[in-house]
């Protein structure tokens, strides 16, 4: 699983045109690539590094790099891109490293679960989350805060 973690000082995305728009405050706006040999292990320690990463200063100010999104309470936006698993065959991106929409669309809706239950409804914090539609066409509104942008490849950890 991979992502592409912004540090955002407000997001939002469009689904297919529609008018009302999903929009978040402070907080991250996470792109999310699902490969073809995913699991649950892989939702786990994406989400938890979403959620855990020190991304912000200290209260005071006084130390860079010092809260995270969970400490912060702040709000995240999920927007499901298979084109994170693209590799270029010359000048063509080639896809077969993604997982394909019926085994992808199932890992996506429990990555989401995942998130609700243990950052949110389960009282760890009180950021919103929202996300945008499985392999729908978006319009995604990011205002860098930073900017600051990070990768994650659940399968190179460090």
């Known amino acids: 699983m991979r992502a592409v973690v912004q540090r955002v000082a407000r997001g939002g995305v469009t689904v297919d045109g529609e008018d009302a728009a999903r929009t978040i405050g402070r907080g991250l706006v996470v792109l999310l690539g699902i490969g073809v040999d995913d699991d649950d292990g892989d939702v786990e320690y994406i989400a ?4 855990n990463t020190k991304l912000w200063p200290s ?3 006084g130390k860079q790099w010092a809260r995270s999104a969970k400490e912060c309470e702040y709000d995240v936006l999920f927007i499901s891109q298979f084109t994170l698993h693209a590799e270029l065959k010359g000048n ?3 896809y077969h490293r993604a997982a394909s929409p019926t085994t992808a669309e199932p890992l996506y809706d429990k990555f989401i679960e995942h998130v609700r239950h243990n950052y949110v409804s389960a009282g760890e914090g009180k950021g919103k989350i929202e996300c945008g539609k499985f392999g729908a ?3 995604v509104d990011i205002h860098n805060d930073g900017p600051v942008t990070l990768i994650l490849d659940s399968k190179n950890k460090t």
């Open 137 to 139: 066409m978006m319009d």
């Open 59 to 61: 209260a005071d100010g």
């Open 92 to 94: 063509k991106p080639s």
């Open 48 to 51: 938890r590094k979403v959620y």
